[in-house]
Nanobody, 123 residues
Framework: QVQLRESGGGLVQPGGSLRLSCAAS????????KAWFRQAPGKEREFVAA????????SYADSVKGRFTISRDNAKNTVALQMNSLKPEDTAVYYC????????????????WGQGTQVTVSS
């Protein structure tokens, strides 16, 4: 069974940092593009960041550019999202996803999903 499992979410104050991680099991995703999406209550799921299979190409939503960094470790079958200078509007459930082709910013283009991890930015 293919699984993606996110971890690292939590409560953080504005201006703080969190590092999310997504571990894959059941198959290797070393040749898949990976992405992070997020969904706030009452809102549509939105693109955050994507990375190609090798890590050489990345893409970010304008709202997180310069604050978030996506990276991957194919040897460990993981992808990470380093989030700095967090804002209350970053509060959402964060999901990792995988698909064979880089890049898409559309959530329904992705074939594999994790269950999500909650990130809350509040003082």
């Amino acid at each position: 069974q293919v699984q993606l499992r996110e971890s690292g979410g939590g409560l953080v104050q504005p201006g703080g940092s969190l590092r999310l991680s997504c571990a894959a099991s059941g198959r290797t995703f070393s040749n898949y593009a990976k992405a992070w999406f997020r969904q706030a209550p009452g809102k549509e799921r939105e693109f955050v960041a994507a990375i190609n299979w090798s890590g050489a190409s990345t893409s970010y939503a304008d709202s997180v550019k310069g604050r978030f960094t996506i990276s991957r470790d194919n040897a460990k079958n993981t992808v990470a999202l380093q989030m700095n200078s967090l804002k209350p509007e970053d509060t959402a459930v964060y999901y990792c996803a995988a698909r064979q082709v880089f890049e898409s910013r559309t959530w329904y283009d992705y074939d594999y999903w994790g269950q999500g991890t909650q990130v809350t930015v509040s003082s």
